[in-house]
């Protein structure tokens, strides 16, 4: 199981799906959507759409994500590792889990197909569909950063809804580059958790056994935000 200290979410949608759901969603109630994504203190949306290779190789038949990211809390991020801050990041979890079932109902109700993708089921990799985004990076400490920060967790909606905004390119691969000279998490890491080559030997990583963030907490992207990191790297470059 992926997040060891997570519980799974229990259903909380209030309403079924419609027996004939619409592919279709106007800008106006996107933008509905996302605000109240927002208003619920979700971090920000982004939109996956997974092609004929990725469902084949993952054995699955939907391919329009909405992906909801919420910001790990910081006192909770700070703490160090231990049984109470893996219960906190748990109800942080179980809080966020319960909103993204609200959104669903908003979907819903509008008519289209919304479900939620189980965060816990390993038949697939919520990482790799973030990825699928075109907005996301993985980060020499193995996080899986969007431009909003490096401390975010997320949850997923599959839907019948086809025209959402895709990205087709990935303006973050840049952040590759940059971990390649930086290596902080590395000196931080308590574990020993990368190898002399500096790879990232996941398996000894503690953070969902015991919650630690050291890694996260010393990243210049947690420290700075990601445009500030990003405008200091391109004027090095210069
Ligand atoms: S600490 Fe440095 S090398 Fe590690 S993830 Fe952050 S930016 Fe990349
Ligand atoms: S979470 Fe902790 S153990 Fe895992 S890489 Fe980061 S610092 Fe190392």
Redesign the pocket.
């Known amino acids: 199981m992926r997040f060891i200290y997570h519980q799974p979410v229990p259903n909380f949608y209030s309403i079924e799906n419609p027996q004939k759901p619409k592919n279709l969603i106007s800008d106006d109630f996107l933008n509905e959507f996302e605000d109240i994504a927002v208003a619920s203190r979700f971090a920000g949306v982004s939109y996956s759409k997974l092609g004929e290779e990725f469902k084949k190789d993952w054995n699955i038949d939907w391919d329009n994500i909405i992906i909801l990211k919420y910001a790990m809390s910081d006192e909770i991020l700070k703490m160090e590792p231990s049984k109470e801050k893996c219960r906190l990041m748990d109800v942080e979890f179980q809080e966020f889990g319960q909103k993204t079932f609200a959104l669903a109902d908003v979907l819903r109700r509008e008519g289209f197909e919304a479900d939620l993708i189980n965060p816990l089921d390993d038949r697939v990799s919520l990482r790799a569909i973030a990825l699928q985004s075109n907005e996301a990076i993985i980060t020499r ?2 996080m899986c950063m969007f431009k909003e920060g490096l401390n975010l967790g997320f949850f997923m909606i599959k839907t019948s809804i086809e025209n959402l905004p895709f990205k087709t390119e990935n303006d973050m691969e840049w952040v590759k580059d940059h971990c390649s000279t930086c290596g902080v ?1 590395i000196d ?4 020993k ?2 190898d002399e080559e500096g790879k ?1 030997l996941r398996k ?4 969902h056994r015991e919650g ?5 907490n010393s990243c210049p992207f947690y420290k700075n935000g990601y445009e500030k990191v990003k405008k200091r790297y391109w004027r090095m470059k210069k």
């Open positions: 400490s193995n998490c931080r890491c308590p574990e958790v990368f990232f000894q990583c503690t953070a630690c963030s050291k890694c996260i």
